[in-house]
């Protein structure tokens, strides 16, 4: 049966920086560890420098046992989503150039189609002119 992966962004993992709300990303992985803290053999201190943020680099530079490994499968809450949805105010720019596009648009099919019958207009006009005169 498939397992159901809750994903959180990167902005809402960013919120859980306290050591009462501590989480940290692991390899696109997301650990709440704020009841691992006083237990880490490597001390609380190197989980808050990176809580709410991405720690890989540095859980690989501490060189983690096989045993450390399988531990934060206990602490394990979600995955990274990297997908996130583009914000409101971008689909508004989006949205506004598309306007400016059409407006321009608009714009080059009127001097396509009133230029050939103003031009006739004005030349009709100006044959006129000159016929009037020679009378
Ligand atoms: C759920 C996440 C984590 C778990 C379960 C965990 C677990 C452990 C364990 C069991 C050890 C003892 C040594 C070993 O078995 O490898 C350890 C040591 C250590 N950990 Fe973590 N760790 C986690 C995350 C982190 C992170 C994110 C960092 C760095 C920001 C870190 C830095 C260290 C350091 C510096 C040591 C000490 C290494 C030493 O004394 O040689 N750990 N950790």
């Known amino acids: 049966m498939p397992t159901l992966t809750k994903l959180y962004s990167m902005k809402e993992a960013a919120l859980h920086n306290t050591p009462e709300d501590c989480w940290i990303v692991v390899d696109g992985k997301i650990y709440d560890v704020t009841a691992y803290l006083d237990d880490h053999p490597g001390g609380a201190d190197v989980l808050l420098a990176v809580t709410g943020m991405d720690g890989t680099?540095?859980?690989?530079?501490?060189?983690?046992?096989?045993?450390?490994?399988?531990?934060?499968?206990?602490?394990?809450?979600?995955?990274?989503?990297?997908?996130?949805?583009p914000d409101m105010p971008e689909m508004e720019v989006f949205r506004k150039e598309q306007d400016k596009d059409f407006a321009s648009k608009l714009a080059a099919y009127a001097v396509q189609y009133w230029a050939?019958?103003?031009?006739?207009?004005?030349?009709?006009?100006?044959?006129?002119?000159?016929?009037?005169?020679?009378?």
């Open 57 to 85: 680099e540095e859980f690989e530079d501490a060189g983690h046992s096989k045993d450390a490994k399988e531990l934060m499968k206990d602490y394990f809450i979600g995955e990274l989503d990297l997908d996130e949805t």
């Open 116 to 135: 050939i019958p103003v031009a006739a207009v004005g030349i009709s006009a100006v044959v006129a002119i000159l016929y009037a005169r020679r009378k």
